[in-house]
């Protein structure tokens, strides 16, 4: 099939997802339904490794304070751990809370019973074809996000917005 590469995949990736996509993202033992955002950011932190506020917000392509109130609700639900950097005071680094990994393991973002009943109906040959192919989209978008990032303003004294208004 010929045609716009870019085009073919956003006709297909939405049968993908709406195929495989969890429902809901819920705490198993409180049963609080968390959004979408929410489930992506405990998605990217573990328990033990932090990472730190700005390098998450540069890797999920939104500005540091966007992150930092999306964080801000997950430390108040008791999901994520915020805690100054050793190396770094100035910096904030994030872990997942055991409740956040509890979480994070209960869902994901796709089904796995439903990703297993897709490539189910594949041959062997077909899904090493398919993963190896979505290994290379993976690769590419983790660049793509990485040189897209929005990038912090720094403002001068003599640069600050003015936000007088007559």
Not at 46 to 67: F, I, Q, Y
Not at 99 to 111: I, M, P
Not at 124 to 138: Q, S
Request: proline letters at 7%; charged letters at 30%.
């Amino acid at each position: 099939m010929n045609g716009d590469p870019a085009r073919r995949l956003m006709d297909l990736y939405p049968k993908i997802f709406f195929a495989c996509h969890t429902r809901h993202v819920r705490d198993p033992r409180t049963k609080r339904t968390l959004s979408a955002r929410q489930a992506s950011i405990l998605e990217h932190l573990d328990e033990r490794n932090a990472r730190p506020l700005m390098d998450l917000a540069k890797h999920m392509g939104v500005t540091p304070s966007t992150m930092s109130l999306s964080i801000e609700r997950l430390v108040r639900l008791g999901y994520v751990r915020r805690t100054r950097d050793p190396k770094d005071a100035r910096r904030i680094a994030l872990r997942l809370s055991p409740a956040g990994e509890r979480v994070r393991e209960a869902n994901s973002v796709l089904a796995p019973a439903r990703v297993r009943g897709l490539l189910g109906r594949l041959s062997a040959l077909e899904r090493t074809k398919a993963i190896d192919g979505l290994a290379l989209l993976a690769r590419a978008a983790q660049q793509f996000m990485e040189q897209t990032a929005p990038k912090p303003r720094r403002w001068g004294s003599s640069q600050r917005p003015n936000h007088d208004f007559d």
